[in-house]
């Protein structure tokens, strides 16, 4: 059995304190990952003596606009991205991955910064929030420092978080006009199902009907979520009445093995990754030809 001291605050400040001031301290949020690791003894847990539970913190669940960004608190659960009118009016993508997750227990009690942290490959915020540019500000008793979210992730359930930090706030970029945004999940059911794929896609269309600043971001697809480039720069500069949307989607999955490489998953995931772009893609140009 691990057993462990527990700590509780309402303060941020006395958090940062705590991990100052121990060296073995692990932070609890909605412990829906947590305590599931804890019961089964994970090997993924790290070696800790202290719980600080950070839940109580009111500063940890604001959600604010604030010069052309949004800023959340990484307490901000699940339901609160669902019916957040800021998220739901600004980043659509959000709240539709928000809505797949597990069942309302665990919406209602998993946290947006628990599932960064927790880094999962099958974590359903990372793809959109990727996609979206998001970054993450991490506080220690030393300041602040501010990274994008793709590079504060450092493999599968590993962040380039310090023992003594603390997540304080996801802060996503507002979109400009002309903006798309569409989000794909295929799980093997459909209530509580950890996503088998899922593919988050942002992009801009211009006037022209030409799609620019691309952005696609499968999860599930590649050890730990990050964009595909190559299918990137292939939708750029595409007219939404020629766009070949087999093509796209052959050039999305040899993207996906050239980073995996051949795995028993691939006959499964390889077709299936083209499905889930050319969908997003459909709705997307529907979309965007309804505004025309
Ligand atoms: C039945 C079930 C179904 C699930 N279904 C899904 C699903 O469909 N999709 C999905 O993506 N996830 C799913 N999950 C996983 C989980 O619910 C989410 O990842 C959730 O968002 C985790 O948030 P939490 O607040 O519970 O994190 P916790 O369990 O409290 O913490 C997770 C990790 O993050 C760290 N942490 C949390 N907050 C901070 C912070 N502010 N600063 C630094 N470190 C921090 C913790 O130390 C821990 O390492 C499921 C879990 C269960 C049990």
């Not at 050319?278 to 030809?289: G, M, P, Q, S, V």
């Given at each position: 059995?691990i057993s462990y001291?527990?700590?509780t605050?309402?303060?941020?400040e006395?958090?940062?304190?705590?991990l100052?001031?121990?060296s073995?301290v692990h932070?609890?949020a909605?412990?829906?990952d947590l305590?599931?690791?804890?019961?089964k003894?994970?090997p993924?847990?790290?070696?800790?003596?202290?719980?600080?539970d950070i839940?109580n913190?009111?500063?940890?669940?604001?959600i604010?606009?604030?010069?052309?960004?949004i800023?959340?608190g990484?307490?901000?659960t699940?339901?609160?991205l669902?019916?957040e009118?800021?998220?739901?009016n600004?980043?659509?993508?959000?709240?539709?991955?928000?809505?797949?997750i597990?069942s309302?227990?665990i919406?209602?009690?998993?946290?947006i910064?628990?599932?960064?942290?927790n880094?999962?490959p099958?974590?359903?915020?990372?793809?959109p929030l990727?996609a979206?540019?998001?970054?993450?500000e991490?506080t220690s008793?030393?300041?602040?420092?501010?990274?994008?979210?793709e590079?504060?992730l450092a493999?599968?359930y590993?962040t380039k978080?310090?023992?003594n930090?603390?997540?304080t706030?996801?802060?996503?970029p507002?979109l400009?006009d002309?903006?798309?945004?569409?989000?794909q999940?295929i799980g093997?059911r459909?209530a509580?199902?950890?996503?088998?794929?899922?593919?988050?896609?942002v992009?801009?269309?211009?006037?022209?009907?030409?799609?620019q600043d691309?952005?696609?971001?499968?999860?599930?697809?590649t050890?730990y979520?990050?964009s595909?480039?190559v299918?990137?720069?292939?939708i750029?500069g595409?007219s939404?009445?020629?766009?070949n949307?087999e093509e796209?989607?052959k050039?999305t999955s040899?993207e996906?093995?050239?980073?995996?490489?051949e795995r028993?998953?691939?006959?499964?995931?390889?077709p299936t990754?083209a499905?889930?772009i050319?969908?997003?893609?459909?709705?997307?140009?529907?979309?965007?030809?309804t505004?025309?």
């Open positions: 059995m001291e527990f700590l605050t309402q303060k941020i006395e958090a940062l304190n705590y100052d001031k121990f073995k932070i609890l909605g412990g829906t305590l599931v690791n804890l019961y003894e994970s993924r847990l790290p070696d800790f003596d202290y719980l600080l839940s913190i009111p500063e940890l669940k604001i604010n606009s604030i010069n052309k960004f800023e959340i990484p307490l901000v699940h339901s609160r669902i019916n009118p800021l998220i739901k600004n980043f659509p993508v959000l709240m539709e991955a928000a809505y797949t597990g309302t227990q919406r209602n009690r998993g946290t910064g628990g599932n960064i942290v880094a999962s099958a974590a359903d915020l990372l793809p990727i979206l540019r998001a970054e993450v991490l008793r030393k300041g602040k420092r501010v990274l994008p979210l590079e504060f493999g599968p590993k978080l310090q023992a930090e603390l997540l706030k996801i802060k996503i507002l400009s002309n903006y798309y945004t569409d989000f999940k093997r459909k509580l199902s950890i996503a088998r794929l899922s593919l988050a896609l992009t801009k269309i211009d006037e022209e009907g030409i799609f691309t952005r696609v971001v499968p999860g599930s697809a050890p979520p990050q595909l480039p299918t990137e720069e292939a750029n595409i939404i009445f020629q766009i949307l796209i989607g050039i040899n996906m093995v050239s980073i995996t490489g028993w998953s691939t006959p499964y995931k390889k990754i499905v889930l050319k969908r997003a893609l459909e709705r997307i140009i529907k979309e965007a030809k505004n025309e």
